[in-house]
């Protein structure tokens, strides 16, 4: 048995594409997951399964979700040890840094810097960006909804092909928590 989180993008936002937690719970135990619990409203999930794997569990956690709740969600699935990684390589002084100010976009394959390329990095200080193992880290020291960073980095064309779904430090420490059992 391997443990997962499942990140999935954009519910529960503004009223809209909502998944009550009970009923994803209640879905994701159905399709054989084990020990799924839920984080926040946000879209964490974490299960245990022994088949599978990320990939495989991502198309079927989207799919059953688009069947149940009749709308497509982008769904990244992780193990414990990516998880780790992420938080344990972060470019960052986390420990330093209030929870609002550094954020984690979760990518569902690798970032090849040229994407990123054409942004000039300088003109953004003291907000910075950094690449990781199929992920962006973010220091946005105003927050996330004032960073003019994190709006360029989220445009469509940067992203193009990819699921990406963002989490601020306090999602990603407690997902190393929740699956390290």
């Known amino acids: 048995m391997t443990t997962y989180a499942a990140l999935l993008r ?20 159905g399709l054989g997951y084990d ?23 991502a198309v079927e956690l989207a799919s059953a979700i688009e069947k ?3 709308f497509p969600v ?6 414990h040890a990516y998880l780790r990684a992420i938080a344990d390589n972060c470019p960052f002084p986390a420990a330093e840094l209030e929870a609002k100010q550094l954020h984690v976009t979760y990518c569902s394959a690798p970032v090849a810097a040229e994407r990123f390329a054409e942004i000039d990095q300088a003109a953004y200080l003291p907000e910075e960006f950094r690449l990781g193992d199929r992920a ?4 946005a020291p ?15 064309r940067l992203n193009k092909g990819l699921i990406a779904t963002s989490r601020n430090w306090n999602t990603v420490a407690k997902l190393v ?4 059992d």
């Open 136 to 139: 962006v880290y973010l220091y």
């Open 177 to 180: 928590e929740m699956t390290s």
């Open 35 to 57: 020990g799924v619990r839920t984080y926040l409203q946000s879209g964490q999930a974490v299960f245990a399964t022994g088949h599978g794997d990320e990939e495989s569990l």
């Open 68 to 70: 149940q709740f009749g």
């Open 74 to 79: 982008d769904v990244i699935v992780r193990d």
């Open 10 to 29: 954009g519910i529960n936002v503004g009223g809209s594409r909502k998944v009550p937690m009970a009923d994803l719970r209640t879905l994701m135990t």
């Open 142 to 156: 105003n927050g996330l909804g004032r960073s003019k960073l994190a709006e360029i980095l989220s445009r469509p």
